[in-house]
Each structure stands twice: as structure tokens, then as C-alpha cells.
């Protein structure tokens, strides 16, 4: 018997990223669609179908729309009939978020990859393969707000790749400072970034990012203390770019290590890295959860960012900073839809399902 789940939000890019990553799944159905009054009524072909032009605004390029979910009703996300799912994905902005997850969380665990709830003490902001021991706090969660479901969340997508990073390189040498510098693809804006703005160009600028980048990866790689986490005391400094790449995210990283590492090392400490989570055969989950590149040439985010149905963090050019004391650095490409958001949450399903806190 497969798990019945609903996913919110799912005419957009984060949610057509859960369903592709539901498609034939081996442990969830889905039973109901959700997105704004807007697609409401409609079954999801005619809710993603451009009723001018007659082209569908599938955004996943690596798969096609299930045909029974093409013929599923969207439901309106505030009224949502959860059709006897267990576990719902909720893939909305952050007004919505803020207003529907709790209507959620009362019944059901919710997979968040909003930002409203991300910060909140007892909600845990996971990465599969980093910091899912963070899931302790689910049930302080419920016994503080008397929920029967909790809320967990996916962090920004900017923030993923850096913290699996970070991470690998934490557990071997230790942390004491990261610089890094991003150029972001379009599809993390969402459907509605002014297309003309990016061509041939990058925008400097992407409000809040930067913020959230440094507070969520201090919390993803921050400890489980008493009902709350104590954050990594890491000192972080992140310029955020967008750039004219439609999907990936590429990020400079320059790391000041608590214990020196030479390239080979720093190289086996990625590669090593995560091969305890790796080995539940999580469907969903990546062979690897770092990719290391030695072409100099790579990563780039159009070769590699659907590495592992873009669930492998693509890593290359690691080298000797000559900056940062006991410095190292690197590029990275993360695809910031799949393991950054939609086929994150279903990996992270899939482990709350395992280990029996959900379903
Ligand atoms: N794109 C990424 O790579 C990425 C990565 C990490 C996290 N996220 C986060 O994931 C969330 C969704 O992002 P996205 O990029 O998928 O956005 P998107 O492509 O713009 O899609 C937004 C989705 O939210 C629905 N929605 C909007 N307003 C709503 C409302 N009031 N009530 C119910 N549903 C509503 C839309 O439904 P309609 O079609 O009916 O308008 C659509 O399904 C955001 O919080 C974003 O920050 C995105």
C-alpha cells in the first residue's frame, strides 16, 4: 500500500519539482493538488496550460507531467480536502505559506519549502544527509502548539549546497569563516522574474538573500540543544547574484578552516561525505551527495546541475586560499529546484516515512 500525499502549490516550480520526483514512486500516491483560487477548479492540465498560446507551463526539464495527475482537480489551497493524505507538500510563496501550513500541520506532517516557518525554534530546517537528527525537535513542535502534525522545512535553495559543503568540511577540519559569492539560476526567482531584465546579464542584487543564507546555514549546521538548536557561531559573508543561467545555482566558496587540509584532503572529506545516508537507499536520495570535479572546467551548471536528477551537490577547482587562514575554496552547482526544494522534500519524506514519523 502506497502512502497517499498532497502537494500545494503544485502549477509552480517547486511543486512540479515534488511531483516529477513522485512519478512512479515506490512508497507515495498522490491524492489531491492544491495552488492559489486562481488554478482552482480546473484539472491540472488545463491549470498549467497558457490559454493563449495553448502551451503548458511544465518547468521540469528532465521529465514529463504524469498522466494522472494531469487529470487531477487543483484544489484551492485554502480548503484543501486532504483525501486521506498523510503527508502533505507544501510548495506556496511566503504569504501563503505563513497562512496555510499550520491549516496543515494541525492534522498532518507538513514539507515546507517556504520561508516563513524556516527560523522558528521548534521547526526543524533540514537538509537530507546533513542534519536530519534535527528532526528531534518535531515533537516539541506538536507538544508546544497541539499539533498532531508538525512543520519541517526545506532551507533557501542558496543555502543548500553551501551547507552540505560546509558541513563535510566541518566534520573533518572544523569552521571558522566562509566568503561566498553566488550566481544564481532564473528558476529560483519562480515563475514571474521579468525575463528581459536577466538576458546577457547579471542582477547584483537579490533582496534578502544574502541574510537568509548566512542565518539558515547557521542553523542547518548549528547542534540539538533542549527543544531548540544551537546555531554554528560561523562567520559568514555572502554576495548574492542573479545570473542568466535558467536553472542551478553556482556559488564561489572561500572556507577558513579550524585545522589545515590539503586539496587531497578536502577532496576525500567531500567525497566521503554523507555515505551513511547514502547507503538507506532512500529512492530519491544521490549515489553521492558531493560530486568532485578535477576538470578545472567544471562544475558548470549546465552540465551538471541534473547530475543524480539534481540531488548530487557538483563541487570543483578546490584550491589553497591564500586569504583566509588555513584557507581552502571551490565552486559549487546545486540545482536549486531539485535537491533545493521539490525533490528535496520527497527525499525527506521518504526518511520521515523510514523511520516512522510520518504515515
Ligand atoms: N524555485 C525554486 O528553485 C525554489 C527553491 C527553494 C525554495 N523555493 C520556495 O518554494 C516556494 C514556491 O516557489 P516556486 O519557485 O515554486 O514559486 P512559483 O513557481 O511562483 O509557484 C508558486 C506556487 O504557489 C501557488 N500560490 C501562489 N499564491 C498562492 C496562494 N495565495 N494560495 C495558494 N497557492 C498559491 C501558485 O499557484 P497558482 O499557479 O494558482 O498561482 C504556484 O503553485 C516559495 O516559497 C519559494 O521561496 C523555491
Not at 92 to 103: G, K
Not at 219 to 239: C, V
Not at 243 to 262: D, I
Amino acid at each position: 500500500m502506497k502512502t497517499p500525499v498532497a502537494v500545494v502549490g503544485a502549477t509552480g516550480i517547486a511543486g512540479q519539482q515534488v511531483l516529477a520526483a513522485l512519478d512512479g514512486h515506490p512508497m507515495f500516491e498522490v491524492a489531491a493538488l492544491a495552488a492559489s483560487e486562481r488554478s482552482a477548479g480546473r484539472n491540472f492540465e488545463e491549470a498549467i496550460t497558457d490559454p493563449s498560446s495553448g502551451m503548458r507551463r511544465w518547468y521540469v526539464e528532465s521529465a514529463e507531467p504524469n498522466r494522472d495527475v494531469l487529470r487531477l482537480e487543483v484544489q484551492d489551497a485554502r480548503s484543501l480536502r486532504l483525501n486521506d493524505a498523510k503527508i502533505v507538500f507544501a510548495a506556496v510563496e511566503s504569504d501563503a505559506a505563513r497562512e496555510l501550513e499550520p491549516l496543515y500541520a494541525r492534522h498532518v506532517p507538513t514539507i515546507s519549502t517556504a520561508r516563513p516557518f524556516r527560523m522558528e525554534p521548534d521547526v526543524p530546517l533540514v537538509i537530507p544527509g546533513v542534519n536530519l537528527d534535527h528532526l528531534g525537535l518535531v515533537r516539541e513542535q506538536q507538544r508546544r502548539r497541539g499539533w498532531q502534525g508538525y512543520i519541517a522545512t526545506l532551507p533557501n535553495c542558496t543555502a543548500t549546497g553551501l551547507a552540505i559543503t560546509l558541513k563535510a568540511l566541518d566534520l573533518r577540519f572544523g569552521l571558522e569563516s566562509a566568503v561566498v559569492t553566488t550566481m544564481q539560476g532564473i528558476s529560483g526567482a519562480g515563475r514571474d522574474l521579468p525575463a528581459l531584465d536577466i538576458v546577457e546579464n547579471i542582477i547584483p542584487y537579490i533582496p534578502r538573500e544574502e541574510d537568509r543564507v548566512k542565518i539558515e546555514t547557521c542553523k542547518i549546521l548549528g547542534a540539538l540543544g533542549n527543544g531548540t538548536i544551537d546555531e554554528l557561531p560561523l562567520k559568514i559573508s555572502a554576495t548574492c547574484t542573479r545570473a542568466s543561467v535558467l536553472a542551478g545555482h553556482t556559488e564561489a566558496v572561500a572556507v577558513g578552516l579550524k585545522r589545515p587540509a590539503t586539496v587531497d584532503e578536502t577532496t576525500a572529506a567531500f567525497e566521503d561525505f554523507g555515505r551513511e545516508f547514502t547507503a538507506l537507499g532512500l529512492p530519491n536520495a544521490p549515489q553521492r551527495m558531493i560530486t568532485v570535479h578535477r576538470n578545472p572546467m567544471r562544475p558548470q551548471p549546465r552540465l551538471d546541475r541534473d547530475a543524480e536528477r539534481g540531488m548530487t551537490t557538483s563541487v570543483g577547482r578546490i584550491r589553497p586560499d591564500e586569504v583566509l587562514p588555513n584557507g581552502i575554496k571551490y565552486l559549487l552547482v546545486s540545482h536549486n529546484a531539485a535537491m533545493g526544494a521539490g525533490r528535496g522534500a520527497v527525499l525527506l519524506a521518504e526518511y520521515l516515512l523510514r523511520f516512522g514519523l510520518a504515515g
